[in-house]
């Protein structure tokens, strides 16, 4: 199935943001985007630093199993990294790999072999997966919403507790799978759900992702919830990122001024990226309402 496909929503244009850590090019098989239109896009906006994070799956019935090979897509982006650093635009090589405890051995395997500046680890669904839209409808029957959520999150705690990852993606995506037979709005009623994951990722010390793509489908909130990086903020949580997930020119850093805002609200005063061999702080935008959108200021 698709997964992370934008709704064709128009965004609002934000300029000055440090990071966007988030994107798919055209290496990925549910995008069409050459990485020069997004450093280009950088370059207009402002956004001093982006990574490039092409699916990578490991189930061959998943749609990015073997559909780039990393030597190309190592080859594609450092060579545009190389390109574009004079127009003051830094590219990063990273991945957004699909986990399952399915497939754990093989996830370890591939990183041991292959060296990327930053890898997700994201939860999608998987082939055998009750969310699947042909079976999701059957799945809800008659399970408690902790029964219903359950499978997800049991493949995040074992994501973050894998220690594989720089960073747990798109967390609790699952609102979308649900959608629109569980809400958003009954999801928010029950926030000790995520608790567990958060402890984990917290625990584990991999970031959480704040991924504006959500803001994109029914439900409209960043992936996770304000009201859940406010809680990671309070049960100790330190490591975040942000990312826009785009998979179109349209996406690009896609309302992702409201990432930031979450963050910053939260109280978190940097996120944290890894460049290759280091881990760095790089700091949240005290207010991101000064940025302009489409040259106003907003
Ligand atoms: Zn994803
Ligand atoms: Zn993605």
Redesign the pocket.
Known sequence: MTR?FPSGTEPQPVHGLPLDA?L?TEQSPDSAVPIDVYAALAVERGIPEIAI?D?VDFDPRDPAYAYSRFDDRERVVRGAAERWAKQGVVIRFGA?LTFNRRWEADVRDHLKHHHYDYVIG?VHDWPESPYWPSRVRDWIKGRSLDEVVAPYYAEIIAAARSGLFDTI?HLDVVKRYLHPLITAADLAERPDLQEPALRAIIESGVALEVNSSGLRYPGAETYPSAAVVARFRELGGERVVVGS?AHSRGSFAARLDESYRHLAAAGFEALSFRRGAERVRIQVPRDTSNSTVDGLRT
């Open positions: 992370d988030h798919h994070t699916h957004e994201s993606g997930d």
